[in-house]
């Protein structure tokens, strides 16, 4: 069973490192700020869909929200913060849908036993 507090601790931690209320964020996704709330203390059950554009939002990879799921950390050997890791080239469209795809059925495959 995965543990969405941990995901809302990593998301809750992105936004106050960038100094932006749940409100701002929640603008910024499409949510209420009680859903960002919500989100945060691990009461709302997230899709796919949410911490890819959450973690877009933020600046922040995908697979840094999911580092408490997955175990895998973003790797950073600067002292640049891990919300400032970013990817130097611009996926073309289908090569994207097909990076969503696989983050959608691996995510997927982690809930479908809850």
Request: proline share 1%; net charge negative.
């Amino acid at each position: 069973m995965v543990d969405q507090t941990k995901i809302g601790d990593k998301i809750r931690k992105a936004r106050e490192d960038l100094g932006m209320t749940q409100e701002v964020l929640g603008k910024m996704v499409g949510v209420t700020a009680m859903g960002i709330s919500y989100m945060e203390k691990g009461l709302r059950k997230l899709k796919v869909e949410d911490i890819v554009k959450i973690a877009e939002k933020l600046g922040v990879e995908s697979s840094y929200l999911l580092e408490p799921v997955t175990g895998q950390s973003v790797n950073t050997n600067n002292s640049a913060s891990a919300f400032n890791f970013r990817s130097d080239f611009e996926l073309g469209g289908q090569e994207k849908k097909e990076i969503e795809k696989k983050i959608n059925d691996a995510f997927n495959d982690l809930f479908k036993d809850e």
